[in-house]
């Protein structure tokens, strides 16, 4: 009986350890009571927490439009130059009339140039069949180059507009930029799992010429989820003019890595065709959570690059034991 009752306690921890999500909630949870003990004073206060929450809000958008180019057996690298062209363009247009253009105006060119660099890169990977790590590659030079020539290689004031709303505001104690995430989320989570493109997403990532020959147009459902990884950065330099009140050429400079390790971490194959949209939330956190852990215990800035590279490595890894012992 006991060597039975054994066996059962070993497969329960071992079904817990199975699924990413949950490994990542426990370290989650270990490395907050961590900072709990070692930072009483400073770590677990409702600011620093909503601190935490806003930056990994920041993640966890760029990463919903990831999360879904990589399930399809792709990968965005261009997102950081496209945050930044985004608010570039937008603010220096607004600043060419004098600073009295129509907020309104400048959300549509902030979610326009998102589309239009996501489309670009949809029709390089899929049209014309570029590797998506070439053809990201080289739109990020592109919106790297377009936001120093519109900018001049500084920031550009923007000021104060209801667009504030999306950044600096609080509902409470509440950033909107959270209350943002969360919807996006639910609504990225609702997409792949009740609707026909949504399935078709993971269809293509598992097998793309199965899918075609049952009928799937892969070229466009690679070309949509490119699109969606454009909205998605025009979404995050939204939240970062709202913030900042400026935009600059380098503010989304290092966002593509970040997004990768946010959906690898929350348990996205980078084979394509696995992943739960959900879990980019925990992959965010315990991204902006290992950030602040830096800042609390102040660790010098540039080994945060080192730990990042290690849990992009450490993550991928993971997987790919996973579906090696689910091969045997």
């Not at 006991?2 to 497969?11: F, L, N, V």
């Not at 600073?99 to 979610?111: A, H, Q």
């Not at 936001?147 to 999306?166: C, D, H, N, Q």
Request: charged residues 10%.
């Amino acid at each position: 009986m006991q060597g039975k009752e054994k066996e059962q306690t070993g497969s329960k921890i071992k079904g817990i350890f199975a699924h990413q999500e949950m490994v990542v909630v426990l370290v989650i949870i270990v490395i907050a009571i961590y900072l709990t003990i070692v930072r009483p004073n400073s770590f677990p206060t409702t600011l620093n927490i909503f601190n935490v929450l806003r930056q990994a809000s920041h993640y966890a958008v760029l990463a919903i439009g990831m999360g879904f180019v990589i399930i399809t057996g792709g990968v965005d690298l261009s997102v950081g130059a496209v945050i930044a062209c985004t608010i570039c363009i937008a603010t220096y247009a607004n600043q060419a009339v004098g600073g009295s253009l129509n907020p309104l105006i400048v959300l549509l060119i902030i979610l326009v140039i998102g589309m239009a660099f996501g489309l670009l890169n949809g029709i390089l990977v899929a049209k014309i069949g570029l590797p998506p790590f070439i053809a990201t590659m080289g739109v990020l030079k592109i919106g790297n180059g377009i936001a120093l020539l519109v900018s001049g290689g500084s920031p550009i004031k923007y000021g104060e507009s209801w667009i504030s709303v999306f950044g600096g505001k609080y509902i409470g104690s509440v950033p909107i930029s959270v209350v943002f995430m969360i919807v996006a989320v639910i609504l990225a989570w609702l997409f792949a799992k009740y609707t026909v493109l949504g399935r078709n997403i993971y269809a293509v990532g598992c097998n793309e010429k199965a899918a075609k020959l049952s009928g799937i147009d892969s070229e466009k459902v690679m070309i949509f989820v490119y699109v969606l990884s454009g909205v998605m950065c025009a979404c995050v330099g939204l939240l970062m003019l709202g913030q900042l009140k400026q935009a600059g050429p380098s503010y989304g400079d290092g966002y593509e890595l970040d997004a990768i390790a946010a959906c690898v971490i929350g348990g996205i194959s980078m084979a394509g065709g696995e992943g739960n949209i959900f879990g980019v939330v925990l992959g965010a956190v315990l991204m902006s959570l290992l950030k602040n852990l830096f800042v609390q215990i102040a660790v010098p800035g540039y080994w945060q690059t080192v730990v990042l590279g290690i849990v992009i490595i450490f993550s991928v890894a993971i997987d790919c034991f996973r579906k090696k012992h689910e091969a045997r």
